[in-house]
C-alpha cells in the first residue's frame, strides 16, 4: 500500500516540495516591487518598505532548505525539482544582486564574477549531464551560496536599519561577508572547472 501511495506520488510534479520551489519564484517580483519601488508605495514609508523588502528575502530563502527537506524526507526527488530548484535560487539571489547594484551598494565587478560562475557551473553541468555524469554541489558551492545570502539579506537589514549604529555594524559585517561570498565563488568555480575538465576539454 505504501509503495502504491508513493508511486502515485511521483508520477505527478506539483508535490509540496515543488510547490514551495514555485512559491518561492512567485514572490521574486514581489520582493522586487518592495525594494525597488521608492518610498510612500502603498503609504509605506522608506524604513517599512526596506524592512518588508528583507523579511520577503529572508523568508524567500529560508524556503531553499523547506523544499529540500520535504522533497527528502518525502522521497519526492523529482526531475522537475531538479530543474527548477537551482533556477529559483539564482533568481532570488540576482534580483537582490541588481537591485543593490542598482543602488551603488555593491560594485559591478563582484556581480559580474557572481554571473560569470553561474553561467560557467550550469554550462559545464549541461555538458557533463549529456555525457552522462552528474556534478553535484559540494560543500564549498553550499558555503558559497550561504555566503551570498546572508551578505545580500545584510545589506537589506542595513538600508532598514538606516544609518544607526546598528546599520553601520550590519553594513561592515555584510561587506565583509559579500568579499568572502565573491573570493568563494571564484574558487568553487575552479574547483568544478577542474573537476569536470577531462569532460569540457575532451577532444
Known amino acids: 500500500m505504501a509503495e502504491t501511495s508513493s508511486s502515485k506520488e511521483l508520477t505527478s510534479i506539483w ?101 560569470t560562475r553561474e553561467f560557467l557551473v550550469s554550462a559545464m553541468r549541461m555538458v557533463a549531464g549529456a555525457a552522462g555524469r552528474v556534478i553535484a554541489a559540494d560543500n564549498l558551492g553550499k558555503w558559497k551560496t550561504a555566503t551570498t545570502m546572508v551578505a545580500l539579506s545584510g545589506f537589506l537589514l542595513w538600508e532598514a536599519l538606516g544609518q544607526t549604529p546598528a546599520g553601520v555594524a550590519v553594513y561592515w559585517i555584510s561587506s565583509v561577508c559579500f568579499i568572502a561570498a565573491v573570493a568563494l565563488t571564484v574558487v568553487s568555480g575552479v574547483q568544478y572547472l577542474v573537476g569536470a575538465h577531462d569532460i569540457v576539454f575532451k577532444p
Do not use: H, Q, W
Open 15 to 115: 508535490t509540496p516540495a515543488n510547490i514551495v520551489t514555485c512559491v518561492r519564484i512567485v514572490f521574486i517580483p514581489v520582493f522586487m516591487l518592495f525594494a525597488g519601488l521608492p518610498a510612500g508605495f502603498l503609504g509605506l514609508g522608506a524604513t517599512a518598505k526596506a524592512a518588508v523588502a528583507f523579511v520577503l528575502y529572508v523568508s524567500l530563502s529560508l524556503t531553499d532548505k523547506v523544499d529540500g527537506s520535504l522533497a527528502r524526507s518525502r522521497g519526492e526527488i523529482t526531475d522537475f525539482g531538479k530543474f527548477l530548484d537551482p533556477i529559483a535560487d539564482k533568481l532570488l539571489v540576482f534580483s537582490a544582486l541588481l537591485i543593490l547594484l542598482d543602488r551603488g551598494v555593491v560594485g559591478v565587478a563582484p556581480v559580474f564574477i557572481i554571473l
